[in-house]
């Protein structure tokens, strides 16, 4: 079975401070990760996909195989930062549950100023 | 304007009544999947459904039943509520465009459930 851990519920960091929101999964065939966010008052909506490689609001993520790890990094955090994060796992097609998504349990992040 | 929505926002409602949330979206999307939100377990998947009539179970579908008669909506339907499934419950949809793979998906506004 797939299973996604955010080990940190909670994270507070100051403006312009480096941030990590850590990920890490198992599953034993060929995963599909992303990030979502949360923003006060706001749907949950992508930040972004392993898949993409791509930069969003200054975010970055590698997919770490050998670490089963998904984290997502930012180098300088903005107080419009602060938000709910969640990780989140797909099985890729060719696994026995493709469309089944798992996420984790999200944290919240909190930028000071 | 895109977007999905759910009905009703709010409900409060007692052990055993039979209800039904409503899950719609006007993006001609064939993924649809429900959640619930709990405090410190996160987002969990109830259904998905990859396609008209074509639903599965995610990791919490004890207690709910779906249905994907047509393409735009997905209820989700409590037959005998009880104190364990109140939470706040999200619906999300996303495009099926690239074969084998998961597209963005787009959440509904939430609906917080009450059960007495």
């Known amino acids: 079975a797939q299973r996604v851990t955010q080990p940190e519920k909670l994270l507070s960091v100051f403006k312009g401070a480096p941030v990590e929101l850590k990920c890490n999964y198992s599953y034993s065939g060929s995963p599909e990760l992303f990030w979502y966010v949360q923003y006060s008052r706001q749907r949950l909506q992508l930040l972004l996909r392993?898949?993409s490689r791509e930069s969003i609001k200054g975010f970055t993520a590698d997919l770490n195989k050998g670490e089963t790890s998904f984290h997502l990094k930012k180098p300088f955090a903005q107080e419009e930062d602060s938000a709910m994060y969640y990780c989140?796992?797909?099985?890729?097609?060719?696994?026995?549950?493709?469309?089944?998504?798992?996420f984790g349990q999200g944290t919240i992040l909190t930028v000071h100023p | 304007e895109a977007q999905v929505t759910q009905n009703p926002r709010y409900l409060i409602t007692v052990t055993g009544k039979k209800l039904t949330v409503t899950c719609s979206q006007n993006m001609n999307h064939e993924y649809m999947s429900w959640y619930r939100q709990d405090p410190g377990l996160g987002l969990r998947q109830i259904y998905y459904s990859m396609n008209v009539e074509v639903t599965d179970k995610g990791d919490v579908p004890e207690g709910y039943k779906v249905s994907r008669k047509e393409k735009r909506n997905f209820p989700l339907i409590l037959e005998s509520p009880s104190p364990n499934q109140t939470s706040l419950y999200f619906c999300?949809?996303?495009?099926?465009?690239?074969?084998?793979?998961?597209?963005?998906?787009?959440f509904g506004p939430g609906t917080r459930l009450t059960v007495l």
């Open positions: 392993h898949i």
């Open positions: 999300a949809s996303s495009s099926s465009r690239e074969l084998n793979s998961y597209n963005e998906q787009f």
């Open positions: 989140a796992l797909g099985v890729r097609a060719g696994g026995t549950s493709y469309g089944k998504l798992t």
